[in-house]
């Protein structure tokens, strides 16, 4: 099976710029989610859809970030504008049933300068 | 708030022996936990997981131990070999998943 695929795998904007990463999750997963990990830490929850539904994002950063997953498929994540501290890696997981575990993509390491 | 912890950021191991990974959790709600292990430039992979009904859980070289009184968890993997060598992270799941911080393990040849 196709695993999680993320786009692109790297970016570098500057400071105030808009960024935007795409996400296509393992196919039949209805559980899909946004993390983010700093350096020598481990990923922490952004954003978590079920189908079309954003069940959580009490941690998403509502003033600048922003999410979707029309049609429960693809996910796209937007941060605008961008700050030096949203420097990090951007991972993408799905998962099918509530007991799976997580399948992740290979993230997106943002830079913003 | 960091309800999962790995307090070790990084082991060594000689080939062959034995590596034992650690985590402890603080919230007794947690009730699945799980081990992922992470190669630079690619996301966390799966590894193993168990149950918060189960003590122990094996698959191949690979065991995980919960101690619930302890709130610990720990991945003993035997016998390590040196592509084992990579950042391992906890994670515990109560309506979403929260990780460690991950281990840093270098087999050694």
């Known amino acids: 099976e196709a695993g999680v695929v993320q786009s692109p795998r790297y970016k570098i904007i500057e400071k105030k710029q808009p960024v935007a990463f795409w996400c296509n999750p393992i196919?039949?997963?209805?559980?899909l989610y946004w993390y983010r990990q700093n350096l020598g830490q481990g990923p922490e929850l952004l954003i978590r859809?079920?189908?079309?539904?954003?069940?959580?994002d009490s941690q998403l950063p509502k003033d600048r970030f922003s999410a979707e997953r029309l049609k429960g498929v693809d996910s796209t994540l937007k941060i605008q504008p961008a700050e030096l501290g949203d420097s990090a890696v951007y991972l993408c997981?799905?998962?099918?049933?509530?007991?799976?575990?997580?399948?992740f993509g290979n993230g997106t390491r943002l830079t913003v300068t | 708030d960091q309800q999962v912890k790995q307090n070790s950021p990084s082991l060594s191991v000689q080939e062959g022996r034995i590596s034992i990974l650690n985590c402890d959790y603080t919230?007794?709600?947690?009730?699945?936990f799980l081990w992922y292990k992470k190669y630079p430039a690619e996301g966390p992979t799966f590894l193993i997981s168990?149950?918060?009904?189960?003590d122990k859980n094996e698959d191949g070289r690979f065991t995980v131990f919960l101690n619930k009184s302890a709130k610990h968890l720990s991945l003993h993997i035997v016998p390590s070999q040196p592509g084992d060598s990579a950042v391992y992270f906890c994670?515990?799941?109560?309506?979403?998943?929260?990780f460690g911080a991950g281990t840093r393990l270098t087999v050694k040849p």
């Open positions: 997981a799905s998962s099918g049933q509530s007991n799976s575990p997580l399948h």
């Open positions: 994670a515990a799941r109560l309506n979403d998943m929260r």
């Open positions: 919230n007794s709600m947690f009730d699945y």
């Open positions: 859809y079920e189908n079309e539904e954003a069940v959580d």
């Open positions: 168990i149950s918060s009904i189960k």
């Open positions: 196919s039949g997963h209805n559980t």
